[in-house]
Structure formats: C-alpha cells, structure tokens
C-alpha cells in the first residue's frame, strides 16, 4: 500500500522536475514500483501468470522505454520549456485534482468491482493510485510545452491503465500483455523519433513551435 | 481452403508481402512496388473468398474463438482490402514521379511499401478479431504502422502532423484499453478467465453486468476508439494527418482506417445497448455534433486536402448517427454510409493526388486557375455528389436510411441536423468543384470532353523507368506558361497524367455509381451484417 502510495509522489516528480534526465530517472523508479507491485499481487493472489506480467513491465517500463527515453533526451536537449501555468499555481491544481480522483474512487469502488477476491485492500488504494495517476498524466499532457514532458506524461498515462488492468482483471493471457506491452514501447519509440526529427527540423522540443497546421 | 487459414491468411498474407518487400526491395529495385500490388491483390481475394463463405449467413471461427468472422466482419475487410489496393495501385506512378522530382531519395520506396502493406494488415487483422485487448493491440498499431507514412515527406509540417496524430490516437486508444479492460473484467466472474476475453461470449453475459460498470465501460470504448475515428473533440489530428501524408495514405487513412476504428465501436460498444441507452443517444449526440461542425470548418477551407478531411469529420457524424439509433434502418444505413464513404472519400482523396500531381499545390484558389482533364472533374464531381447525398448515387440511399431511422426513434433534431448537414455539404463541395474544375475555363470546357488523357499509356510506362526524366522536365517546363488561363493553344499541351492513376480513380468512381444501384448482393451482405449486429446485441 505505501508502494503505491510512493508512485503518486514519483508521478508529481516526473511532471515537475525541469530537468529532464531526473524526471527520466523518476519514471524509471517508478516502473520498478509497479513491476514490485505486479509481484506481490502474484504472491497474494497466488498466480504465476503475474510474474511474467511484472518480468515484461520490468523490462519495458523499466529498462527499454527509459533507455530510449534517454538516448533521445541527452542527444536534443535535457532542460524543460517553460510550461503554461507557473510552478506553485501548477502544483495546486494538479494536487487537487488529484485528490479529488483519488477520493472518488476511492469511495466507489465497490461498484467498480465485482469479483470479490478483489474488493478490499489493497486492490482498492491500487486503484485510486491508478485513477490519480492517469489524472496526473492526462494533466501533464494538457498542461506541458516540452515534447519531451509530453511523451512522459502518455508513459505515466499508460502505468496507470496497467496497474488499473492488474488490480481489476489479474488473470489476463500472454498473448494480450505482449501485445499490450509491444504497442507502448513502439508508441513511445516512434513519438521520440518524431520528436527529434522536429528538433533536427526546427531547432527546438516546444510544442508551442507546432503550430503551422491550423484551421 | 478451411476456415482457418482463411482468417488468418487475411492479416498474415499482407504481412508477409511487406517482409518480402523490404528484404528484396534492396536487391531488387525493380521489384519495388510490384511485391506490394501482388500482396494487395492477394488480400482483396482472401477478403473476398471471405464474405463469400459468410454469404449464407453464420460465423466462422479460428484459434479456439480468438478470430471469428461474420458478415459485418466481412463486407469491412473486403472495403479495407480494396481500398488498400486501390492506395497501392495509385501510389505505384505516383511516388516514381515524386522521386522523379526529388522529393524523396528512391531507396525509400520500398518503406513506403512496407509500411503500407503492414498498415494494411493490421487493419484487415481487426476486422476479424475477436478478443476484446487485441482488439486495442490492434487499434494501436494501425496508429503505428500509419505514423511514419504520415511523417513521409520529413518536411516540417508533416513531422508535426505526424506528432499529434501519434500523440492524441495513443493517449485516446489508452482510455479505450481502460474501457476494454472495464468490460473484461466485468465479464470475468460470468464467463471466467481467458474467455472473457471474447467480444462474443462478453455479449452472452452483458445484460448482468452492473450499470455503473457497463455503462463506463461503454463510454470509454466510445470515447477511446472515437479517437482515432476523428470525433469532436478529439479530431484535432484528423485534418493534419489527411493534409500532410501522400496522398494514396491520404485516401487509405480516410477511406478505411477511420472505419476500422467506428468497426470496433460497433462490435464493442452496440453489445451495451439494449439496457442502457444512455449509451446510443450518446452516440447520436456525437454524431450530430461532429457532422455540423465538421462541415462548417470545411466550408473556409483553403486547402483541398484539409476541406476533403473535415469533411471525413462530418460524415463519420453520419455512420456513428446511424449506430446510435440501434435499429434495424439506423444499422443497415450506418454500415451502407460506412461502405459508401470508404469509396467516395477515398477516390476523392486519388483525385487530390491527381490534382498534386499535375500542378504541385492542393491550395483550391491556386487549383482554380489552372487547367484539369474534364475526366478527373467528371469523376470529382460524381465523388462529390455521391457524398453529400444527392439522390441516384449512393450517398443518398444510406443517409435517407439514417433519416428514416432519426424519424422513427422520434429524435426530431438529429433529423434535422442530419438534413441540414446534408445540404450544407453539397453546397460546399460543388463550391470547391466549382472553383477548381469549371471558373474561368468552363466555355472551353465542352470541346475538348472527349479525349483529356488520350494515349498516355506510355508516359505511365515511361514513369516507371528511366524515360520519365526526360518526360517529368518536359512538362515541368512548360506547365507555368502553358496552362495560365489566358493563353491561346492551351489544349494542345494539357498536363497528361499516368493511366494507372486515371484507370484507379475511373473504376472507383465506377464502383461508386454501381453501389448505389440498389444491387441484390449488396443489399444481402449489408442485411447480413445488421443481422450480425442485432443478434450480438440481443445476447450472441
């Protein structure tokens, strides 16, 4: 429960830290988290099929898409664009709209579950961490000018639907979870490569820049 | 040929064209381009043979039920297939004439080839699978395979393009997996482990899932998958993505991609209909929505390409309209809609193409002085008619199907929209037809009707090899002075276009008029697929 606990902090870290390899670094000790998570759920649950699941989110969230993330951060440029809103004004509305997700589900999620292996603890904080976490993320999108910042935000995104599908369907098949897992990493690749593409192009990672396609 | 092979030749086989089409596209340069007609054609067949099989009714299955393939499943394969071999078949002449004019170096054919041929697969793939996460895995990678077709040119705006379409389909499809999940879970203590997974035995059990879950679920799958169909409010990479990427991806991209996604809607998202129909009215709410204001942007459109794909915007309004209705009419014109706009937009999309090829711009302004073979008008304006509804074509038949069904369900406004929509559409595309094919040339339009692209089968030839040099700068030389609109003898020297590309666009043309001629086995397979849909809602 304080490990998921933990992964709201490390997501406001990713989304604040200006300086990009850190917040780099902060998704990756995040992945390892849910990869820690993914395995004491195969321990509680007792299903082998949920260590293969946290081995793959080891390898893909852990190691691969923060290597990439890296490689293309330190080649084009490691500090942030200046977002929107300032710093403490955007940390206040993220908090709260955080907290108002994390209270919802938290308060709803009898209705959301059915199988009754999965009411209770600690399936419910995870899923309010999951919820919280996709608010931070969809908030890091929408509020962010660095592309980089950006690809970030749709990483911790695609964390937060993993741990919601693992703390409501724990009993999913290989071939979806490769499937699943090979979609993001590619995603994450191809936008990276974009992304560099632009800078090689245009000088610059703000997102502020792409805009001549309009109307 | 057994059920089997034949599900799964239909993604596999465009699959492997596209290996052997990047592995020998090296040695062979010459084969570049061939490979991938060959795995097109291959595919359409397949496609073919398929719906053929589903012709008498029932499903087929394959992989213990992680495939399955009904009518609806199909008539979609059989457009994409088409569609994507109608894209190869354009892109052959076209992208030798654009490295003929150095916009990109020749070795990147057989990329362009590749990747047009795994885009396909991906997209014949969803159209016959049936576990609800693959069906996401799926979704996802006709994004993937499609980004770096999109971002083809490397120009600045194409790599921006590139970057939202990326961006806002994979954030979007994320909320549909979250959706998927949802209603997987849910179908867990009913069905019980890996097969709930399954769209059909998830359609078995549906009407016991509590309403919260259900009706969540439903939403995100909505919203998610709408995504990448362009709906308002999530269209925002629609536009770009269609203006920006060649113009074959254009017509695929348009034609089918945006149908896979309504494809998907429609297998997930109708199962929750008959106890909650929030849910369908929510679909009619988008749809209305989407089909105004799709319109009303593309009425001060400046750009070809940009009007044709916020127009793709506003009659994706039309297809999730007549999905939203749940009955029978509302099915049967939302699946005819979907079949009649894959032809219509994507040979509207060839004919940009054809207009890009020509004169180098798709700025309507700069179109409309120039000069254009009355063929390709002729075929732009029967594109035009048959998608803003104008009664023989068959535009009309699907969108008076979508009217009946908005009158029968009592939902006065969406009827009105939908009408209004409609007329708003034919005043704006024969606006740009009017402006691009017939200002300023129309008295000497009618002599010169018969023969526009007379004997220029070999230049189409030419192209190919090495002859198109001298053919490429010979045109390119007189094309500024020559076609000015003021200028005596112009007919003698029009820009003459490959045959391949005016023989593609014809046919479709050709295939939208006869689609609209109320055909015995059109009208079953539509039948059939509403069938398929009606009975998953009622329970599978």
Redesign the interface.
Known sequence: MYISLLMIVTSFIAVEWRQLTGAVYTYQVQSVLIALIFTIYAHSLHNPALYYWAAMALLSKGILVPWLLRHYVVKVHPVETEPMLSTSLSQICGFALVMVTFWWVFT?HA?????PSLAGEPFRTNLAVAAAI?VIG?YA?LTRRN?FK?VIG?CL??NA?HL??VS??P???E??II??V??VV??VW??LY??A??YR??GSTD?FN????R? | MTESTLLIGLFSVPALAAVLEYSLGRKLPELTGKIGIAGATATSGLALALLRKLFTGGSLDALDGQLRADALSGLVAVVVSFVGLAAMLFAYPYLRHEVVKGKFPAERLRNYYALSLVFISTMTAVTVMN?I??M???V??T??AS??LV?FY????A??????Y??LC??GI?LG??GC??L???A??FVG??K??EISEIAKVAHQF?P??AL?GGMLVIIGFGSKAGFVPFHAWL??AH??SPSPVSAMLSGVTLKVAIYAIARIATIFYPGHSALGLFCVILGAVAMLFGIL?AF???DLK?MLAYSSVSQIGYIIMGLGLSSYLGFYGAVYHLLNHALDKSMLFLCSGALLYACGTTSIAELGRKKHSSLLAVCFFIGAFAISGVPPLNGFWSKFAIYTAAAQAHLWWAFGIALFTSLLTVAVLIRVGYTIFLQENEHEEEPVAPAPVRAETAPALAAAGGGAQAFAQQWDEFLPDALSPNREGETEVRVSYPFGMIAVIVVMAGLVIVSGLNLGFLHHAIDLSVQALLHQMAGG
């Not at chain 1, 792409?210 to 396609?213: E, G, I, P, S, V």
């Not at chain 2, 490397?154 to 705006?157: A, D, F, L, M, V």
């Open positions: 709803h209705q959301l579950v059915i199988l996709l969809f999108l592309a950006v749709l995104v695609e639907i919601s599908l409501l369907a009993s999913i098949a071939t979806a499937g699943v090979t979609d590619i995603s191809l936008l974009i992304v593409n632009v192009a245009t997102t792409l805009q001549k396609l109307g | 576990n996460i693959m996401y895995v799926l996802e990678a994004t993937l980004a770096l971002t490397g120009t600045p705006e790599l921006e393009a590139g970057y939202k990326l961006l994979s954030v994320a997996l979250l999940v949802v997987y879970s849910a867990v203590p482990g890996i709930a997974m509590p919260l879950v969540a536009p770009d203006s920006q942007v001060h459109q400046t940009r």
